[in-house]
C-alpha cells in the first residue's frame, strides 16, 4: 500500500494548455487567488496562506492552474537576500502540515518554481540573461533564444528493517545530538531508483539489501528534489555500522524502542511533512500520531 504522503496532497490542475495564451493569462490574474512570497516565505496568517490582490502584487508573476470549480491561482515572487522575516511570512517546512490538499499543491509548486528562476537567471549555454516565458514555465534567453525547462533532482529515501521488523535510523554528522531519520541519497547519472536504494544503504551502514518495496513519491523543494520512497530489509542486521563520514551514529528500535526514547527526548524525530516520519509512522501503525508526539527537529 502507498504512503499517503503530506506534499503530494496536490488538488491543482497545472493547465497546461493556458501557459501559452498570454490574453488569458492576464485575465486569469485579474481574478486569480495570488500567493506572495518573499525569497522562500510565503505570506500567511494563523488561518493559513494569505491570498493578495492583483494591484498589490510585486515581483515575478507565475502561473500555477486551476482549482476543481475553474479558479486560477498564481504566485508573485520576489527576489530578496533578506534573513529575518515577521510572523507573517513562514516556509513551508512550517506551514505544510497545516494546509488543506488544494493550498499544498500551490505552494510546493510555488516554491519549486521561483526557487528554479531565482538560480537560472542565465542562459546555461551561452550566459546571457533569460526571461520569464509560458506563464513562468520555461525561461528563454534574450540573446541565443534557448529554452530551459525546470529541473528536478530525483533521491531515494529509504526505511531499513531486518528480519524481525525492527527498523534502523541514522543520525548525520552535521545534526545535532538525538537527530535522528532514515537513509537517503541523490540518484547518481545512469542508475535506477532500484540501484541506488542499495547502493546508498551499502555506503551508509554496510547494509545488504536483499528485498525492497516501492512505498510512494513526494516533492521535496528544498531547493528541487523529489524523494521516492522505499522499504528495504537486509540481512546483516548484525553487523552493520555507520559509516563515520556522513553517518555519524545509527540505532535498530522495536516500536516499543521508538515510543519509549521519543517520549523521553533522547531521541527526535523528523517534522511530520517529511517523507522519513511518513514511513516510520506507517510502519509503527495507526497509533504513531499520538504515541509519537514528541518533539521532531526541522519544524
Known amino acids: 500500500m502507498l504512503l499517503n504522503l503530506p506534499l503530494s496532497r496536490s488538488?491543482?490542475?497545472?493547465?497546461?494548455?493556458?501557459?501559452?495564451?498570454?490574453?488569458?493569462?492576464?485575465?486569469?490574474?485579474s481574478k486569480a487567488k495570488i500567493i506572495s512570497m518573499v525569497a522562500d516565505r510565503f505570506e500567511c496568517s494563523q488561518s493559513g496562506l494569505t491570498f493578495i490582490p492583483p494591484e498589490l502584487a510585486k515581483g515575478e508573476r507565475y502561473f500555477l492552474g486551476l482549482s476543481s470549480s475553474g479558479e486560477p491561482y498564481f504566485v508573485v515572487h520576489q527576489v530578496s537576500d533578506q534573513k529575518e522575516f515577521g510572523e507573517n511570512f513562514q516556509s513551508l517546512r512550517t506551514l505544510g502540515a497545516h494546509l488543506n490538499d488544494l493550498e499544498i499543491g500551490a505552494a510546493?509548486?510555488?516554491l519549486a518554481l521561483s526557487q528554479w528562476h531565482q538560480s537560472h537567471m542565465r542562459c546555461s549555454k551561452c550566459g546571457e540573461e533569460t526571461k520569464s516565458i509560458l506563464g513562468g514555465s520555461v525561461r528563454k534567453c534574450l540573446v541565443c533564444s534557448a529554452e530551459h525547462h525546470p529541473?528536478?533532482?530525483p533521491a531515494i529515501i529509504v526505511l531499513v528493517k531486518d528480519s524481525n521488523d525492527r527498523i534502523l535510523l541514522g543520525r548525520q554528522k552535521v545534526w545535532p545530538e538525538k537527530r535522528f531519520s532514515?537513509?537517503?541519497g541523490f540518484v547518481e547519472p545512469g542508475e535506477s531508483f532500484e540501484s541506488c536504494v542499495i547502493r546508498e544503504v551499502a555506503e551508509e551502514c554496510g547494509g545488504i539489501v536483499?528485498?525492497?518495496?516501492?512505498?510512494?513519491?513526494?516533492p521535496w523543494p528544498f531547493p528541487a528534489s523529489v524523494m521516492i520512497a522505499y522499504e528495504a530489509v537486509?540481512?546483516?542486521?548484525?553487523s552493520v555500522v555507520a559509516d563515520g563520514q556522513e553517518i555519524e551514529e545509527i540505532v535498530w528500535l522495536t516500536r516499543e524502542d521508538l515510543k519509549s526514547k521519543c517520549k523521553s527526548g533522547e531521541l527526535l524525530l523528523p517534522p511530520i511533512i517529511s517523507v522519513?516520519?511518513?514511513m516510520i509512522n506507517a510502519w509503527y501503525g495507526p497509533a504513531a500520531e499520538s504515541e509519537l508526539s514528541g518533539q521532531s527537529w526541522r519544524n
Not at 537486509?234 to 548484525?238: G, P, T
Open 210 to 218: 536483499t528485498e525492497m518495496k516501492y512505498l510512494g513519491s513526494q
Open 234 to 238: 537486509i540481512l546483516n542486521s548484525d
Open 151 to 153: 529541473r528536478t533532482d
Open 108 to 110: 510546493v509548486h510555488s
Open 276 to 278: 522519513a516520519r511518513a
Open 182 to 184: 532514515t537513509f537517503a
Open 11 to 29: 488538488k491543482l490542475d497545472r493547465a497546461a494548455h493556458l501557459r501559452s495564451d498570454s490574453a488569458s493569462l492576464d485575465e486569469l490574474f
